[in-house]
């Protein structure tokens, strides 16, 4: 029999020509959307003939092009978004691509299971965490999202559904993890969940004063905590370069809980959320304001022990609805710079020197500890440390700036996150992913037409324009 994924409905719709961009809203593209929502309604799409090429799209919350297509096909995958199976005795959960996290947490976290690993929001779906093979705040204890995928079922470019796993189809599913969606269209996927007795983290802030004594916290603190990160001043030069506000945590057990909260540990506090409520004018963010931003901020944090719940602490951004918006009209790029753990202290003290030198606004730095890769062809992370800076747009200046931070990476054995990436060119891409012949080796055979492309991988030179 048929599971109801499988069965045929209506076709496709017509595609649709609208104008969208990524979360750091830069000039938006005009490209031709459609939505499925079973897989014979995908194929109808794939075979009609509207456009020459497609990519998958969840929520849109990938910051520049990787989910963008311009005058070609994007399918929006949100309407696929059914919970297939779940195993609570193995903490195995097999859903549709189109599921986000946020539904995972609200249906899964009651009964003791939380995500494996999360990115800073939870408004991505299940697909697009895959693609981008997401990490979180306990990458050096835990890895990537990768690593708790079990199997994952992809509908390839000649319309046939493969199931791939560590053992099946083992290098399509180390591809597809990590590879944004350029060889196919995600389907479904199994991954293991994380137990947890409450929906709080035990949180030990420290304020250090400089780079090297943030390095040195992570480096003996890491092993004793999940999670670790940094809020780090990247304006901040000389002596005081680098100085941070470092968080350490870990999930908080029933019995460490005030009793008050005991009842309803699983339960997450109701919050008010605040909304960006227009497009700021592009003055609001400038080195003075950010500035003053920082030295408040590193004030306010100091050493302290706080429990904190899960939503508070994994998605602080998410309190404020449409807070890219703050960046202006022209929008922003976000820089997320990975260091190999020799290199490290040494690429952060240039790049960031860079920064403070340059003036260039940015109060959202996040530096986090990274541990070993997963398998995949496009695999972001190993063992060292990983920057993330989002800067409002300034056109060629900006893209000046990120040039001269690539030269950094390179020069330190560094790469970027395509999820972040909006700029970089093809030739510092494939300087810094040693294994993109492998991936395109896979690409070939799965989709030798190249019908899975977006403007990103074009500009990447993943696949010929």
């Not at 710079?337 to 003036?359: N, Y």
């Not at 030739?427 to 070939?444: C, N, S």
């Amino acid at each position: 029999m048929k599971s109801p994924i499988d069965r045929p409905r209506d076709l496709a719709q017509p595609l649709t020509q609208q104008r969208i961009s990524g979360w750091g809203n830069l000039a938006a593209q005009a490209c031709h959307l459609g939505s499925c929502e079973s897989v014979e309604q995908l194929r109808s799409m794939l075979k009609s003939g509207n456009a020459d090429s497609y990519i998958a799209r969840g929520l849109g919350r990938s910051y520049g092009d990787s989910a963008l297509n311009e005058g070609q096909g994007v399918i929006l995958q949100t309407r696929r978004s059914r919970f297939l199976d779940l195993d609570e005795r193995a903490g195995l959960l097999e859903c549709q691509a189109g599921v986000t996290l946020s539904e995972i947490i609200d249906h899964l976290l009651p009964r003791g299971w939380f995500l494996p690993t999360t990115p800073g929001t939870q408004h991505v779906t299940l697909g697009g965490a895959i693609a981008a093979d997401v990490h979180g705040k306990n990458h050096h204890q835990h890895g990537s999202l990768g690593n708790a995928i079990e199997r994952l079922r992809l509908l390839t470019a000649s319309g046939e559904i493969l199931t791939c796993s560590r053992e099946e189809n083992s290098d399509v599913f180390w591809a597809t993890i990590g590879g944004m969606g350029l060889t196919g269209i995600i389907l479904d996927a199994r991954f293991r969940l994380r137990p947890v007795e409450t929906a709080y983290c035990n949180v030990h802030e420290r304020r250090t004063g400089d780079l090297d004594e943030t390095l040195e916290l992570f480096s003996q603190q890491d092993q004793s905590y999940d999670y670790s990160v940094a809020w780090i001043d990247c304006l901040a030069r000389g002596a005081r370069l680098g100085r941070s506000v470092v968080m350490l945590a870990n999930d908080a057990r029933l019995d460490q809980l005030p009793g008050e909260l005991q009842p309803a540990a699983l339960e997450l506090p109701r919050r008010w959320n605040k909304s960006v409520p227009f497009t700021m004018p592009g003055f609001v963010l400038n080195p003075l304001s950010v500035k003053a931003f920082n030295a408040v901020y590193y004030a306010r944090h100091g050493n302290s022990n706080r429990l904190v719940d899960f939503r508070s602490f994994f998605y602080p951004l998410d309190t404020i609805r449409h807070w890219n918006r703050v960046y202006g009209r022209r929008g922003f790029v976000q820089y997320q710079a990975f260091f190999p753990r020799e290199t490290s202290r040494a690429g952060l003290i240039e790049l960031l020197g860079k920064i403070a030198h340059s003036r260039r606004a940015s109060f959202l730095a996040v530096l986090k500890s990274s541990g070993p890769a997963t398998p995949g062809h496009l695999s972001y992370l190993y063992p060292g440390h990983t920057l993330a800076l989002d800067f409002p747009y300034q056109g060629q200046a900006t893209e000046r700036l990120f040039q001269q931070l690539d030269k950094i990476l390179l020069k330190h054995g560094g790469r970027l996150y395509m999820a972040k990436d909006a700029v970089t060119n093809a030739q510092t891409f494939a300087a810094m992913y040693p294994r993109l012949a492998e991936f395109k080796q896979v690409k070939q055979r799965v989709d030798p037409g190249n019908l899975f492309t977006s403007s990103q991988a074009r500009r990447l030179g993943i696949v010929d324009v």
